[in-house]
């Protein structure tokens, strides 16, 4: 197809659009790992195995919520300040050890287990004690300062599901539940290579032509701290059987094959004939931009997901194609990223027909509102644009342009931790 325009969409033949390439893949990809038991200090970022559910309430009993006092509610005078006798002392970690007696005062201490019977804790600020007795204030609500059993966590409840990605509260969690090891889902491996007779090892020499190979440390980044465990499969040449035969090997040790580049139709593009040597291919276009050569397929036991050479499609196509289909083979709940509804700052002409993403950054408007400018350079290859931007505005398929003023969707890049 003759290209007239600056465009390289300007070519013929069906593509996916992204939520039915995104529907096809949740049918036909689901869970791949094992699970393993891990100690709570190697928990963090892991994906659970199976639901927690809580074996008791916590906290266990009713304790105080401040230092001060415990009393009966319905022994303090109801029109000025009481004054009882201070009978017994319990801090956290002890026990009365006996039903409280009415008309008693109890010292106790943030923590501690309620004298049972007791309802109303005075914080000791409130209070005057000359040790034998103390005089409280008038005042108070029934049931104050005291935190109830089962508050926190009710026993028989699921305080994690499974799928969940570990959080440190999550870890603070299942400590509180007793629990020293979690059963969570073993590392998604992941092999990761580029292709490109262009490409050039960092600190290599770089001839006239080459260019260093930036997007297997992006994918690599970007697997690991999605919690995957990653081969780093190097640079691989514009060479089909080479292709195919890295491809098949590294499908015999790895769940998930993901590569850069050579995923277009040019006659030194090798990689989709290479998949489907050895498997086969799902699809291989989807109307994006940037990124639209993306392919999706299996080589052998593995799944494959062929990512564009333009660096910068490279991480869009990641996060919102890739992600989401490592994800599901890691066993992980869907943790879609959420768009914020901001306020376009620019004006930006697009092709109905395909789901396109700019790069951009947030600000105040001067009504306090956000708004989203788009960053000024926007080629596939511009990587310091995605360094400057804080996220990418999504705009939808049909929307045919954007005017300053238009409500457009944000992503900021923190929604894909
Ligand atoms: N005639 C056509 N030409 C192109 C089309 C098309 O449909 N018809 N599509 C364009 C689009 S869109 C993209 S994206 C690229 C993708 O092509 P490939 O996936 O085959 O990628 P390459 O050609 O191998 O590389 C493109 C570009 O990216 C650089 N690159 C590649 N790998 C890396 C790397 N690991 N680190 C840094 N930079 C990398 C490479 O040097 C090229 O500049 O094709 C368009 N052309
Ligand atoms: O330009 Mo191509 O959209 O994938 O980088």
């Given at each position: 197809m003759v290209q007239l325009d600056n465009d390289c969409f300007a070519f013929g033949g069906p593509m996916m659009a992204v939520e039915p390439a995104l529907a096809l893949l949740a049918g036909r990809v689901g869970p791949v790992t094992a699970t393993e038991i891990v100690p709570l200090s190697d928990a963090l970022g892991r994906v659970l195995a199976a639901d927690l559910v809580a074996p008791f309430n916590v906290p266990p009993h009713d304790n105080a919520a401040v230092d001060g006092y415990a009393v009966f509610f319905d022994d303090l005078s109801a029109d000025g300040a009481s004054v009882l006798p201070v009978t017994a002392r319990v801090a956290a970690g002890q026990w009365l050890g006996r039903p409280a007696v009415r008309g008693e005062a109890v010292r106790i201490f943030t923590g501690a287990p309620m004298p049972p019977g007791m309802d109303t804790v005075f914080m000791q600020e409130d209070c005057r004690s000359d040790g034998a007795t103390v005089t409280l204030p008038a005042g108070i609500r029934r049931g104050v300062n005291r935190r109830l059993a089962?508050?926190?966590?009710?026993?028989?409840?699921?305080?994690?599901?499974?799928?969940?990605?570990?959080?440190?509260?999550?870890?603070?969690?299942?400590?509180?539940?007793?629990?020293?090891?979690?059963?969570?889902?073993?590392?998604?491996?992941?092999?990761?290579?580029?292709?490109?007779?262009?490409?050039r090892q960092?600190?290599?020499?770089?001839?006239?032509?080459?260019?260093y190979d930036a997007n297997r440390f992006a994918l690599i980044a970007l697997l690991t701290?999605?919690?995957?465990?990653?081969?780093?499969?190097?640079?691989?040449?514009?060479?089909?059987?080479?292709i195919r035969d890295a491809l098949a090997e590294a499908a015999a040790s790895h769940d998930a094959l993901i590569t850069s580049g050579g995923m277009s139709t040019g006659e030194e593009d090798h990689v989709k004939p290479a998949v489907e040597a050895n498997g086969r291919l799902d699809f291989w276009r989807l109307a994006i931009k940037p990124g639209r050569p993306v392919a999706l397929g299996r080589v052998r036991g593995a799944v494959f997901v062929g990512l564009p050479g333009n660096p910068v499609a490279v991480v869009v196509t990641f996060l919102r194609i890739a992600r989401p289909i490592l994800l599901r083979l890691m066993g992980a709940a869907d943790e879609?990223?959420?768009?914020?509804?901001?306020?376009?700052?620019f004006a930006h002409k697009k092709k109905p027909g395909r789901r396109e993403f700019l790069r951009g950054s947030l600000a105040r408007g001067e009504d306090g509102a956000l708004v989203a400018s788009k960053y000024p350079r926007d080629g596939a290859g511009v990587l310091s644009s995605l360094v400057e931007s804080e996220g990418l505005i999504e705009l939808p398929e049909d929307l045919a342009g954007v005017e300053p003023g238009m409500t457009v969707d944000f992503l900021p890049f923190k929604e894909f931790l």
């Open positions: 089962g508050e926190d966590v009710r026993e028989g409840s699921v305080v994690l599901a499974a799928g969940r990605r570990l959080r440190p509260e999550d870890i603070a969690l299942a400590a509180s539940l007793g629990h020293a090891v979690l059963e969570v889902r073993c590392r998604l491996r992941v092999a990761v290579f580029s292709t490109g007779d262009e490409l960092p600190s290599q020499v770089l001839e006239p032509g080459a260019v701290r999605l919690g995957c465990a990653v081969t780093d499969l190097g640079i691989l040449p514009d060479r089909f059987e080479t879609a990223p959420r768009a914020i509804p901001v306020r376009a700052a």
